[in-house]
């Protein structure tokens, strides 16, 4: 870079030099920019519109130290203020135009600066000559037009700009420039950056001369409502290569900017949507930043703007510039309050243009924001007008439990959250759900109904208490929602009281190849029910409730009461569940899991363990925490001979079996607590015939 190239700072927002190297044959590009904020020596208006006097005189010229010299062929006074009318429509349209900027109000005739009066001349035109150390081969700025005001019926001004490049060999080549931003307010334009890059202009190596023909705006009187601004005024220029020739002009000018979507770290999608639930508990804005990429080899002016009810990061940039290959982090973002707004779709499009090149497509972001009323759930139970023998046949037969969530709301394009069951939860026995299913949602306005099936056999006699609870969250079909405290919505909880009937004794018969289960007896401190086995042949089935056959010292300590099997065909694989009450192994001193199913041995007259008197003799037991079907879950369908097990959920133990005999619940203690158990009787007897 030579040395006369050092700037003024009144040449700046960006005056700056750069260097690029990609062999001994490229040279040095060297890019210059006028903001006119302000341009030294170059005088202001006093305000208003004069026409002549200030600033720069009809057929006057400025030649920078650059060597670019400005020619005022208007035929009027040219400025260099914030005077021009465009500034207020241009900046409220998402304008270029800021500051001060380069202006005029080009009149169709020469003014003579020596006396009032138009007199014939040329059509005004503004004329720029490159007279700069290097050939010139790029030039952009910001251009804007207006020629009438909202009474002029005359119609809008040209969204084309024509001008003449001229090389330093002669050859000009005519151009119309498209002006592709409009603005509106007291005296409505066009606008746009113009860029003439020689390697995209036919025939034109280098730019010596423009020529910017302005008559379509040229008035007949001044002041007038016709006028022109310039601003953001770039070139690049070539230095020589190491020979003293022109270097290779192999500079990629073609700037193209990328919007990377800061919350994915890559270029951001066309749609962006965000989903919450109103009012969100965990934010008060919905914020989405973008940062922005120049992958060209130059500086590229940007420019942001959002329309719709999302506001641009006060601290964020909607205009600006990126440096060659840069990346500005976080350059703006799109934000829109949550709080107060109504239930709906609340989009905005955001549209970033590439000032610098008009042929990179601008990024269209459309981003949206649903917002949803929580769902209003409510939870009912009513009766199906079941009949009396469904009801023996399953007690919760006449009872329907409903899930209903409210419509939306009553405003235009309201929204309302789905309710979605996360989790079914029964206590006080097995009971089957046939309706309700988790992951359902039930959507605004609809209802869901659900069923249930009470598993009473195996249960104790006496009243039974059902508590059903579904746990629910803020859902809607598709896109998850944001906000993860805001899903949560209270539990719907249906308590159901039932009376399990006292069942004595049962008896029946199974054919060959039918089941063994089905087959149960109740009674309030013992239950007993057949859940597993299928028949090998026909066979009569005999179960119920008999006295403790241990009449001698006592063998074991049995809680609740003894309960009698009897197969005609014994010898089938079946499994024996007993339940029991919890109050009475508490009171008994005893732990749950101590509890085993005992048999009475009739060879013994003693109680042992009922997996001993298996055809295996018991080789086969092993102990399983926790229910028979949980057991069986497990296996391949199959249970093992001799498995046992204690479900102290449910208070039920289990054991797998092939023999049949008195059964009870309880545990076989150690020898020396059969001692203890002995001298115990021994003493009571005692004392009963001392009373005698």
């Known amino acids: 870079m030579r040395a006369r190239l050092s700037y003024r700072r009144a040449l700046c927002l960006a005056a700056f030099g750069m260097m690029i190297g990609t062999g001994d044959a490229?040279?040095?590009?060297?890019?210059?920019?006028?903001?006119?904020?302000?341009?030294?020596?170059?005088?202001?208006s006093p305000g208003g519109f004069p026409p002549g006097g200030s600033g720069l005189l009809p057929d006057d010229f400025h030649t920078t130290i650059d060597g670019v010299t400005f020619h005022n062929y208007t035929n009027n006074s040219m400025f260099f203020d914030s005077q021009y009318l465009m500034v207020a429509p241009a900046a409220a349209s998402g304008g270029v135009l800021n500051g001060n900027a380069l202006w005029a109000d080009p009149l169709k005739g020469k003014i003579d600066p020596f006396g009032p009066g138009l007199s014939d001349g040329p059509s005004p035109e503004l004329y720029i000559e490159f007279d700069t150390d290097y050939p010139t081969?790029?030039?952009?700025?910001d251009f804007a037009w207006t020629h009438w005001d909202v009474s002029d019926a005359s119609g809008p001004v040209s969204s084309k700009l024509p001008i003449t490049v001229t090389n330093f060999d002669g050859d000009d080549v005519k151009i119309d420039a498209p002006l592709n931003q409009?603005?509106?307010?007291?005296?409505?334009?066009?606008?746009g950056r113009v860029v003439l890059n020689t390697q995209t202009i036919p025939g034109i190596s280098d730019i010596h001369t423009l020529i910017i023909d302005l008559k379509e705006i040229a008035s007949d009187t001044v002041p007038s409502n016709k006028q022109f601004a310039i601003d953001n005024f770039s070139f690049i220029m070539v230095e020589a290569d190491d020979d003293g020739d022109n270097g290779d002009f192999d500079l990629d000018l073609t700037t193209s900017v990328t919007v990377i979507a800061d919350a994915f770290g890559g270029p951001s999608p066309a749609?962006?949507?965000?989903?919450?639930?109103s009012p969100s508990q965990s934010l008060n804005w919905s914020f989405t930043s973008f940062s922005l990429v120049n992958e060209g080899d130059v500086p590229a002016d940007f420019l942001v703007t959002i329309e719709g009810p999302h506001s641009a990061n006060p601290g964020g940039l909607l205009s600006g510039t990126i440096g060659p290959n840069e990346t500005l982090e976080s350059a703006f973002s799109a934000q829109l309050q949550l709080q107060g707004l109504a239930s709906g779709i609340h989009q905005s499009v955001i549209t970033i243009t590439n000032l610098q090149n008009p042929d990179d497509d601008p990024w269209v972001i459309t981003r949206t924001d649903r917002i949803y009323d929580p769902a209003i759930v409510t939870a009912d139970q009513s009766t199906l007008g079941a009949s009396a023998s469904e009801i023996a046949e399953n007690p919760l037969a006449d009872v329907l439990l409903t899930l209903s969530n409210a419509p939306v709301a009553g405003h235009a394009g309201a929204l309302r959250a789905g309710a979605q069951i996360t989790n079914l939860i029964v206590s006080g026995g097995p009971v089957q759900i046939i309706g309700f299913e988790e992951d359902m949602l039930i959507e605004p306005g609809q209802s869901q109904d659900a069923q249930l099936v009470a598993q009473v056999a195996g249960l104790l006699a006496g009243p039974r208490t059902f508590t059903i609870t579904a746990e629910l969250e803020n859902a809607i079909a598709g896109p998850l929602l944001t906000v993860a405290d805001d899903l949560f919505l209270d539990p719907a909880v249906w308590t159901i009281v039932i009376d399990v009937p006292v069942v004595s004794s049962v008896f029946g018969s199974a054919s060959s190849g039918s089941p063994l289960s089905g087959f149960s007896i109740a009674g309030t401190s013992t239950a007993a029910a057949i859940v597993g086995g299928t028949a090998s042949t026909d066979l009569d089935i005999s179960l119920g409730f008999t006295g403790n056959p241990d009449t001698g010292p006592k063998s074991a300590i049995v809680i609740g009461d003894v309960v009698n099997l009897t197969f005609s065909e014994p010898g089938d694989l079946y499994v024996l569940q007993l339940a029991y009450s919890l109050d009475n192994v508490l009171a008994a001193g005893l732990e749950e899991l101590e509890l085993r199913v005992l048999v009475f041995d009739t060879a013994s007259e003693a109680w042992v363990e009922a997996t001993l008197l298996n055809s295996d003799g018991g080789a086969g037991a092993s102990f399983f925490e926790g229910s028979y079907a949980a057991y069986l879950s497990g296996t391949d369908?199959?249970?093992?001979?001799?498995?046992?097990?204690?479900?102290?959920?449910?208070?039920?133990?289990?054991?797998?079996?092939?023999?049949n005999s008195s059964f009870a619940v309880g545990i076989i203690p150690e020898p020396a607590s059969l001692a203890l158990m002995g001298i115990g009787g021994l003493l009571l007897m005692s004392r009963r015939r001392a009373a005698a």
């Open 271 to 277: 749609f962006m949507s965000s989903s919450w639930i």
């Open 26 to 44: 490229l040279a040095n590009p060297l890019q210059v920019t006028y903001r006119f904020d302000p341009i030294e020596g170059w005088p202001a």
């Open 637 to 659: 369908g199959d249970p093992a001979l001799s498995a046992f097990g204690v479900d102290t959920i449910n208070h039920q133990i289990w054991a797998v079996l092939d023999t």
């Open 137 to 141: 081969r790029y030039v952009a700025f």
């Open 182 to 191: 409009s603005f509106l307010g007291a005296f409505p334009g066009t606008m």
